[in-house]
Each structure stands twice: as structure tokens, then as C-alpha cells.
């Protein structure tokens, strides 16, 4: 093929887009609305992990230490925790800085008592955050294991919610599979419908074919000017879609940022943008490319 | 040029439409294919330019042996042959200049040639003030016209004409015929199926009569020869 031809491919698929004109509307609708449920679902769905992973986060490992112990072997576990590939991070509490929390938390007169005579009865404590949540009752295990290499028995209670933890992680595992779920059905229906729309562009265009082919076209020089027909109205469908969705998004995101809330927040658009870009006109030239090479496909053996 | 071997075809649902058709067909020659509607006509044209395979025998066109023909070469093929039909098949959203223009286009004519030679076709078949035009607003008989340009303008060796008369008046029709006459005195081959008796009977060339799958009668200067 040489350029002039490729330059003429290009200009009569361009040429096509108007010649066609609602149809090409009717194509371009389509992957506006297939490409907006997918958009959103995958926005829904990154914030739904987020949240979720901020919940997931809220999880920690209290280990109460034996009254008895020593501050070298305080160290000593400290080390131990510390080299566990699970663990993120931790921060000690001592025994004062507990019956400070439980003042704050339940008022002067509970602990009182305590402070008065100087029989401080909170254990000295670590509180241990994991990098995966998931791991928590694997850790707070191997945490509780350390007692058995060392006949002091440092570790006098391990606690994360037990039960509780269990049952969030599988919520939030849940909600996670539900999502990528929604965003599979949906790419799913966005293709049929999207083909299907073409199908019917280019059943009404089957004569066309046929008369191009007895003219002694071959099926290249045919398909081509498809081709980019079929990539323009996708990748223009899918500008459109983008401009909508970050424009929208933009919004969700300035009404958020009123709030002061360190429970949650959307995604910030700015890290988001570049690759849900990428994705969605991505989408537009794949579905434009694949919709119609599928489609002339059955009319090209005459 | 045409060539024809004891050439059968046998339709999917059990239709003998032709039964053993020997033919030969010379260089520059101009042939009438007449005979009563369903007996095989059609056939006898989409096989010239391999719109169908035959059931059986050998075809050959042009030095290309269409039964060994393969998918990818049969552009080739068509690319020396004009086609021409009775309900002219022109793409509908391109003018008369475009439409003729594709059938250079898809051989990768370079653009300052065919813009010469359109123009050239365009005025031979007396449309050239209507270049601009999109089929829906020209005449039946300015369609055909556009329809023989495109089929000429890469000066093929064979036109293939099904009833290129069919859908236009009597006057307009000569015009056509006038315009096919001229086309074969330059030397290109005419394959014309028709039901225009006036026309087979005032213009005398050769005549294939086909009847039933099987070619009845073949004469050099012939008539019509049927009574509707």
C-alpha cells in the first residue's frame, strides 16, 4: 500500500463519519453510555477498595506484656515483633500512658483509686499494625508463640478483636469481589451492545461492500477505511465519556473536600487522571478497531 | 477472451440454472444474451467476472482460468472487467466524480491521473457539467451513464452488461446503446444480457439465446427472436 492510498483510507473513513452521520451518533451514543457505566463502576468500585482498605487498616494487634518483665526483655520482644516480614509498624504503651487513655475514656473517678496508692494495674503494651489485614490472626498467632521460646512467658494476652476481624475482612473482601464483578458484567454488556450497533451500521452498508468488491477492491483496501471509521467514532466516544466522568469526578472530589472527615475520601483526581485517561480512549480505539473489523468480516466473501 | 467448457451450476437448493453451456467469445466482439426470464442468463453473467463458480466445467477469462482462481487474485480479474447492471449500483453517498473515481482508487491510480481520466469517462458518457452530483439527483439514464463510466475507466478488456436497459425508457435506452456501441468500436468486448427486442433487432450483432440451462440458438448477425 503506498501513501497516497493510506492518506485516502484515512480521508474517506473521516469522510465516512459524516457521510454516515446518525448513524455514526447512534455508534458514538453507545460507547458514551457503555463506556460511562463502566467508568463509573470503576470509580465506584477503586473508591470501595479504598474505603475498605482504610477499614482494613483500622485493625490492630494489642500485645499485653506480663507485669513482671523486665525492660531488656520488653526490648527484646520489641525485636522479635519488629523482624516479623508481616509487621508494618508498632508503638509502645506503657502502663502510665494506658491509664491515661482509660481516664480520657472513661472519666477521673474510674481510676482514681489506681493513681492514689500507686498500683497501676494495666500492663505495659505494644500496639502492632500488619502490613496485609489479612495476616492480623496469623501474626497475633506467631505473636502469642513467642512465649514459647522463652520459659519467662513475656506475653501475657494477645488481642485484635477476634471473631470481629474475621468477619470485617470478609466483608470488605466481599465488597471487593462484588466490584470487580459489576465492572466484568458491565465491560461484558458494553461489548454486546456496542457491536451490536455496529452490526446494524454496517448490515445497512453491505451493498456498498458488494459494489466495491466488484469494482475489483480488494478485502484490505476495504476494510481500512472501516477501520478508521470504526476508531474515530470510539476514540471520540470515548473523549466524550472522559470529559463527562472527570468532570464529574472533579465535582464528587471538591464537595468531599469540605468535609474534615479521616474516615474517608475519595481518590484524588490528580493521581487518578492520567491512567483512567489512558484506560477509557484505550477502550474507545480497541472497541472502534474491534467492532468493526468483526463486523464487515461476514459481508467481505462476495 | 470468454472462454466456456461444458459449464454447469447447480444452486445450493437444487436449481439447475445452466446445463452444459459451451461458448467462445472473441476479442472485441459484441454479444446479446436473450432468452425468456429464469432461463439462465444471470448465471452465464456472474460467472464472466466470478460473482458465482461453476457446478462443472472450465471457465476462462481473460488468460485468468477462473477455477483455479484464487480468493485473493479475484480483484485482479475484476479489474478487467466492467461491470454494468440494470439498477445501476452506485455507492449512494458518493457523487458521480467519486463514484467513478473509486474504480481507479482501488488500483492506487495516482490522484493527478484520475482526476484526468474522470473527467475524460465523465465527458465521453455526457455528464461531465454533472460531476458533482450524488446519484439521488440524477436521472435513471444519467446513473446508467455514470454506472458505464465507472465500468470503462480503467479500459477493461470485457463490459458485462445484465440488462443495463431494463429500468429506462425507450429513448433513453438508445442513448445507453449508443454509448455501449461506441465503447465495443474501440475494441473492448460487450456481454450484453437483455429483454429489448427493439434494440437486438435494429442494432444487429451476434446472439446467444439461452433457454432452459442451455444455449438454443447462436448467430453471428442475429434477431431477437421471441415474441414478448
Known amino acids: ?302 | 477472451m470468454i472462454d466456456m467448457q461444458d459449464v454447469w451450476k447447480t444452486y445450493p437448493n437444487g436449481t439447475h440454472a445452466l446445463k452444459g453451456v459451451s461458448v467462445q467469445i472473441d476479442r472485441s466482439e459484441f454479444v446479446y444474451v436473450v432468452g425468456p426470464s429464469g432461463a439462465g442468463k444471470s448465471t452465464f453473467m456472474k460467472l464472466i467476472y466470478r460473482e458465482e463458480t461453476p457446478s462443472k466445467g472450465q471457465i476462462s477469462v481473460n488468460g485468468f482460468n477462473l477455477s483455479k482462481l484464487k480468493q485473493r487474485n479475484i480483484p485482479l480479474l475484476r479489474r478487467n472487467i466492467g461491470v454494468i447492471f440494470q439498477d445501476y449500483r452506485l455507492l449512494p453517498k458518493l457523487t458521480a466524480y467519486e463514484n467513478v473515481a473509486f474504480a481507479m482508487e482501488v488500483i492506487e491510480t495516482p490522484r493527478r491521473i484520475m482526476k484526468k481520466r474522470v473527467m475524460e469517462v465523465l465527458d465521453l458518457v455526457g455528464l461531465k457539467s454533472k460531476a458533482g452530483r450524488e446519484p439521488s439527483q440524477l436521472s435513471g439514464g444519467e446513473q446508467q451513464r455514470v454506472a458505464i463510466a465507472r465500468a470503462i475507466v480503467n479500459n477493461p478488456s470485457v463490459i458485462v452488461a445484465d440488462e443495463p436497459t431494463g429500468n429506462l425508457d425507450p429513448e433513453t435506452s438508445w442513448g445507453i446503446m449508443q454509448l455501449l456501441d461506441e465503447i465495443n468500436f474501440r475494441g473492448t468486448t460487450v456481454v450484453m444480457a437483455t429483454h429489448n427486442r427493439e434494440i437486438v433487432n435494429t442494432m444487429r450483432k451476434r446472439v446467444l439465446a439461452i433457454e432452459d440451462g442451455q444455449v438454443v440458438r447462436d448467430q453471428l448477425r442475429g434477431e431477437y427472436g421471441y415474441e414478448f
Open chain 1, 1 to 302: 500500500m503506498n501513501f497516497n492510498t493510506l492518506l485516502r483510507h484515512f480521508r474517506e473513513g473521516t469522510k465516512n463519519v459524516f457521510r454516515n452521520g446518525w448513524m455514526s451518533v447512534a455508534s458514538m451514543l453507545s460507547i458514551v453510555v457503555s463506556l460511562m457505566l463502566l467508568g463509573v463502576a470503576l470509580l465506584l468500585v477503586l473508591n470501595l477498595d479504598r474505603a475498605a482498605d482504610r477499614i482494613d487498616k483500622q485493625v490492630e494487634i494489642s500485645v499485653y506484656l506480663n507485669l513482671e518483665i523486665t525492660k531488656a526483655e520488653t526490648d527484646i520482644i520489641e525485636q522479635q515483633i519488629r523482624e516479623m516480614p508481616e509487621v508494618q509498624d508498632m508503638t509502645f504503651v506503657s502502663k502510665e500512658e494506658g491509664l491515661e487513655t482509660m481516664r480520657q475514656s472513661l472519666g477521673d473517678a474510674m481510676v482514681k483509686g489506681y493513681e492514689e496508692n500507686g498500683t497501676n494495674p494495666l500492663p505495659d503494651m505494644f500496639k502492632v499494625q500488619v502490613i496485609e489485614a489479612t495476616t492480623v490472626p496469623f501474626v497475633a498467632e506467631k505473636i502469642s508463640a513467642l512465649n514459647d521460646s522463652n520459659p519467662d512467658k513475656p506475653v501475657y494476652d494477645v488481642d485484635y478483636g477476634k471473631g470481629t476481624a474475621e468477619k470485617l475482612f470478609k466483608w470488605t473482601q466481599a465488597i471487593r469481589t462484588v466490584g470487580v464483578v459489576i465492572v466484568l458484567a458491565l465491560g461484558l454488556m458494553a461489548m454486546f451492545l456496542i457491536a451490536n450497533t455496529i452490526k446494524v451500521t454496517i448490515i445497512a452498508r453491505r451493498r456498498e461492500i458488494a459494489i466495491m468488491k466488484l469494482v475489483g477492491a480488494t478485502n484490505r483496501f476495504i476494510r481500512w477505511p472501516f477501520l478508521i471509521e470504526g476508531v474515530l467514532v470510539g476514540m471520540t466516544g470515548a473523549a466524550i465519556t472522559l470529559a463527562i466522568l472527570l468532570y464529574g469526578y472533579y465535582r464528587v472530589e471538591l464537595a468531599y473536600s469540605g468535609w474534615d472527615t479521616t474516615q474517608f475520601t475519595p481518590l484524588p483526581l490528580g493521581d487518578l487522571w492520567i491512567w483512567f485517561s489512558v484506560l477509557i480512549l484505550g477502550l474507545g480505539f480497541l472497541i472502534g478497531a474491534w467492532g468493526s473489523t468483526i463486523s464487515i468480516r461476514k459481508f467481505l466473501k462476495v
